[in-house]
């Protein structure tokens, strides 16, 4: 079985910064594509910052210019980078992940259990 843990998140006063990190673990070939989402209370869950394997990256324009997503694929690792924080970035973040398990297999899509990200003073 394959599990996505992320870490990093917390309380931050508006304008401050984190970083989230997402460690890959268990039965892995390779991992094709990762994402973070992010959901608030009432609110659909959302695609944040995504990451091909070949390091190719989108961003939702509301963090454009503020988050940064990068992986370390030797380490299995994804990272979000989050500058400048702003109330409304206030949510739980997921980990997200498109993994081959083994040889000639179809990719899997992950999920990690979530880190909440306060953004308040």
């Known amino acids: 079985q394959v599990q996505l843990v992320e870490s990093g998140g917390g309380l931050v006063q508006p304008g401050g910064s984190l970083r989230l990190s997402c460690v890959a673990s268990?039965?892995?070939?390779?991992?094709?594509?990762m994402g973070w989402y992010r959901q608030a209370p009432g609110k659909q869950r959302e695609l944040v910052a995504s990451?091909?394997?070949?390091?190719?990256?989108t961003y939702v324009d509301s963090v454009k210019g503020r988050f940064t997503i990068s992986r370390d694929n030797a380490k299995k690792t994804m990272y979000l980078q989050m500058n400048s924080l702003k109330p409304e970035d206030t949510a739980v973040y997921y980990c997200?992940?498109?993994?081959?398990?083994?040889?000639?297999?179809?990719?899997?899509?992950?999920w990690g259990e979530g880190a909440l990200v306060t953004v308040s003073s």
């Open positions: 990451v091909t394997n070949g390091g190719a990256t």
């Open positions: 997200n992940a498109d993994v081959v398990v083994a040889v000639m297999a179809d990719p899997i899509n992950f």
């Open positions: 268990g039965t892995i070939f390779i991992i094709y594509g």
